[in-house]
Each structure stands twice: as structure tokens, then as C-alpha cells.
Nanobody, 114 residues
Framework: VQLQASGGGLVQAGGSLRLSCKLS????????MRWYRQAPGKQREMVASITSGSNTDYADSVKDRFTISRDNVRRTVYLQMNNVKPEDTAVYYC?????????WGRGTQVTVSS
């Protein structure tokens, strides 16, 4: 199972960014997908999740600004980030669980300038 994330970069506060994560090696339509982030000196935290049935959940800090979605044909999960803030600066990781364990992508850096 491999997860390949992309779409990070530098964005100004108030701007938007879309992250993508493509899954290979598992049946994408059947697995939950999550986005986590880790800022320097902080613990990794879950940002958003989406079940195989497309039910979603969000951290309070990103509700009404971020949207997670999935495309089962493209085997890809997205994180649309709107109205970003400097505190959103972090490395963002995608994650799934299958075959009794968790799998992680390599992470993509998001930097929000004020």
C-alpha cells in the first residue's frame, strides 16, 4: 500500500490550496481516508477524515474552512483548504487503515504567510 500526497506549497493568509493523495495497492473504495498535520514542535493531529461511505469529520480548528472529498475512480482523496491561516502551517500527511494496520504518505509541506 502506497500513499502519494501532493499539492503543498506557500500561500498567503486568506488564500486557498488543494492537497491530493493517491492510493495504490488497496481497494480505495473500501477504505477510510484521513488527513493529518504536524507543525514544528507539536504532535501530529487529525485534520479531516472521510469514510468509505463519504461521511466526513473535521477538527474544530478547520471546520467551515477545509473540505475533504474522495474520488473512487481516481483513487484519490482531496483536502480543499480555504481561508488558510498562519497556524495551518504544517506538514500534511494522508493516512488510511487496511489489512489491520495504518499506512502513511510521506507528507507535503504547507506554509501560510501572514
Amino acid at each position: 500500500v502506497q500513499l502519494q500526497a501532493s499539492g503543498g506549497g506557500l500561500v498567503q493568509a486568506g488564500g486557498s490550496l488543494r492537497l491530493s493523495c493517491k492510493l495504490s495497492g488497496a481497494n480505495f473504495a473500501l477504505v477510510p481516508m484521513r488527513w493529518y498535520r504536524q507543525a514544528p514542535g507539536k504532535q501530529r493531529e487529525m485534520v479531516a477524515s472521510i469514510t468509505s461511505g463519504s461521511n466526513t469529520d473535521y477538527a474544530d480548528s478547520v471546520k467551515d474552512r477545509f473540505t475533504i472529498s474522495r474520488d473512487n475512480v481516481r483513487r484519490t482523496v482531496y483536502l480543499q483548504m480555504n481561508n488558510v491561516k498562519p497556524e495551518d502551517t504544517a506538514v500534511y500527511y494522508c493516512n488510511t487503515e487496511t489489512r489491520g494496520r495504518a499506512f502513511w504518505g510521506r507528507g507535503t509541506q504547507v506554509t501560510v504567510s501572514s
